[in-house]
């Protein structure tokens, strides 16, 4: 019977294809609303995960988040050396300025000062210039983003001059990060430079990065790291997350993208769900004919579970095929570079979609099930 | 022919009676029916409307129960039965041909035809290939991939028929079969239907308003009130 449960659903093709359509949009929207959400989320992560130097972040307890460092004493750094199981420990600053070209464009850049000596935190791929060249006086390497934004359709040029906090600096290369979530260029220097470019305080250290012994896992040597030195260490992961819950809990953009997967959610449901009940309901003699003709409540429920399955595989197909074209043709765009659709987000949605559909065909199914096959005597 | 000559009960009602609703509200709608219907005839039960033809027809085909009363089809008591056991009774035994033909719009004629096949679990090939043998003998050769939208009443009724016969049922249970058709085709369809039913393994019940078919029928229980009042009958044969 499944052949017939197959023809009687596309065989009304306005039906099919609206609810196609509607499991289709509602696919749509709560896969490509998750993805924007889910690179959002890690956007907050970028800066952690492409330092993959160290594995484990040293910070002040009171750190809630990877954007708002409270800078350590520099005798800090000391300590977390001298915990066993840390093979070394290097300083990182992180801090914000204002970088002006010779053009007189300026931007707002968050500067990240490398330990001197390793230069341990420093961008994982370089487009132009060395990464040894940060050795030179007043040297900085910008993201190339930022580049484009500083030097509007100009090709990639290093030796060029900026001025940051009234100090000279050169640019001696330019790299490919991952996109960060706020909008400001992203520039690399020693660390020493960069307390000359951002302006020194009384405490400068934004974090300590760490790498534990061989044979050490980060999580053990971090909680070493604490309680020795009373700081918060964590391994890179657990930071990561530690960000992105900041950011759940304390902005609107769960909320802003909760709701329209909720409205994917219910649109899917009730166009489904209507359509599927309509559609049950003007075929109800010929359910009944079924049922007098000796199809078993069984076997109906298996032809109406076949019907749901199909739409909502071609439904989700649609949905999904439609976000990963949306995610693919603008991936590369400056404002959404890195945008992703993380495999999690096929599963939630595959889930989503086959219990809007598997719901809005229960209340046409109730109907067949209780149907009285005498019902097609009736003229 | 012993079985023409002496018929036996195909299906036999007694005492049967149908109650819907209960309480004050309740309706009788079946007042102790007593009817027989043989093997190798055609019954007709004839009646006004609200006589409780349908009622009837529904009992004796296992689509309602009985409120009391013993209703045997084909030898089984039918309150024997659970639910499901009623679904694969009227399966393997029952064809069906309904007023309104109940096609599937979807499916075309041949695939119609069949269905009961298809729910009896035979492979589609060989299920749409015997529905085309019986739509041949039907004279439905040209039409076995029309959808119903696509064919007359005379067509859709042949197809009809050609539903409820195709598993080779006991027991061919019709509704109104002509009350959709124009008379010319009413009598052809009709034509059809004694000819290719008309076995003496097989007992037809037909409900009808249409007198003009009355002659098609070998015993006419004519209806009133909830009982048969009375029974007619006279003999025929497929030639005649």
């Not at chain 1, 370089?126 to 484009?148: C, F, H, N, Q, T």
């Not at chain 2, 036996?8 to 004050?24: D, N, P, R």
């Not at chain 2, 349908?54 to 209703?71: C, D, E, H, K, R």
């Not at chain 2, 002509?178 to 008379?183: A, E, P």
Request: hydrophobic share 45%.
């Amino acid at each position: 019977m499944n052949f017939v449960a197959f023809k009687m659903l596309v065989g009304d093709r306005p039906k099919y294809l609206g609810l196609i359509f509607a499991i289709g949009f509602a696919s749509f929207l709560i896969s490509q609303q998750c993805s924007i959400f889910c690179s959002l989320m890690l956007r907050t992560t970028s800066q952690i995960r492409d330092i993959v130097d160290a594995s484990i972040w040293v910070m002040d307890p009171a750190t809630l988040y990877f954007d708002e460092a409270r800078p350590l004493p520099d005798n800090k750094l000391y300590r977390v050396r001298q915990v066993p199981g840390v093979a070394w420990a290097v300083p990182l600053f992180k801090g914000t300025a204002t970088m002006r070209t010779d053009k007189g464009n300026f931007r707002a850049i968050t500067l990240f000062g490398l330990d001197d000596t390793s230069l341990v935190g420093a961008p994982p791929h370089m487009l132009l210039g060395r990464l040894e060249d940060l050795s030179l006086p007043d040297a900085v390497i910008i993201d190339r983003d930022g580049y484009k934004l500083l030097y509007p359709g100009e090709p990639y040029k290093i030796g060029r001059e900026i001025e940051m906090n009234e100090r000279r600096g050169i640019i001696v290369g330019i790299c490919k990060i991952s996109r960060a979530f706020n909008a400001n260029l992203v520039g690399f220097t020693r660390y020493s430079n960069a307390l000359d470019f951002v302006g020194q305080q009384r405490n400068n250290m934004s974090f300590v990065l760490a790498q534990p012994d061989p044979g050490l896992s980060p999580e053990v040597v971090a909680q070493r790291i604490k309680a020795k030195t009373g700081l918060m260490a964590l391994d890179w992961n657990a930071f990561g997350w530690k960000t992105i819950w900041y950011y759940m809990k304390h902005t609107g953009i769960p909320i802003n993208f909760g709701t329209t997967i909720i409205v994917g959610i219910i649109v899917g449901m009730v166009v489904a769900g209507q359509t599927f009940y309509i559609f049950t309901i003007e075929n109800l003699k010929q359910f009944g004919a079924l049922k007098a003709i000796g199809v078993t409540n069984g076997t109906l429920l298996r032809m109406i579970l076949l019907q749901a399955s199909i739409v909502a595989f071609i439904g989700y197909s649609i949905g999904v095929s439609m976000c990963s074209f949306f995610i693919m043709r603008t991936t590369h765009l400056p404002a959404t570079r890195g945008f992703t659709i993380p495999w999690q987000v096929f599963v939630f949605t595959a889930i989503i979609i086959f219990s809007i559909v598997l719901l809005a065909s229960l209340a046409s199914l109730r109907k067949v099930l209780v149907l009285e096959p005498a019902i097609v005597f009736r003229g | 022919m012993n079985s023409l000559a002496v018929p036996t009960a195909a299906v036999s009602l007694q005492g049967v009676t149908k109650e819907f609703g209960k309480g004050e509200s309740s309706t009788l709608v079946l007042r102790g029916v007593n009817l027989d219907v043989y093997y190798g005839e055609i019954t007709l039960i004839v009646g006004q409307s609200g006589s409780g033809k349908t009622t009837l027809l529904s009992v004796a085909a296992g689509l309602l129960n009985a409120t009391s009363g013993t209703v045997m089809v084909l030898g089984q008591d039918l309150a024997a039965l659970s639910p499901k056991e009623q679904v694969l009774f009227r399966r393997k035994n029952l064809g069906f041909a309904f007023q309104q033909f109940n096609l599937l719009p979807a499916l075309t004629a041949c695939e119609n035809a069949a269905v009961p096949l298809l729910a009896a679990g035979v492979n589609r090939h060989e299920a749409i290939h015997r529905a085309s043998l019986l739509l041949d003998r039907l004279g439905m050769t040209h039409r076995y991939n029309a959808l119903p939208s696509k064919l007359s009443g005379g067509e859709q009724q042949r197809v009809a028929f050609a539903r409820a016969l195709i598993h080779e049922p006991h027991l061919v249970i019709a509704d109104e079969p002509t009350s959709s058709l124009d008379s010319q085709t009413g009598q052809l369809v009709m034509e059809l239907l004694t000819s290719i039913s008309f076995s003496p393994n097989r007992a037809v019940i037909i409900v009808t308003h249409d007198d003009r078919i009355f002659r098609f029928g070998n015993r006419i229980a004519t209806m009133s009130d909830g009982i048969i009042d009375h029974i007619t009958s006279h003999t025929i044969t497929p030639s005649s």
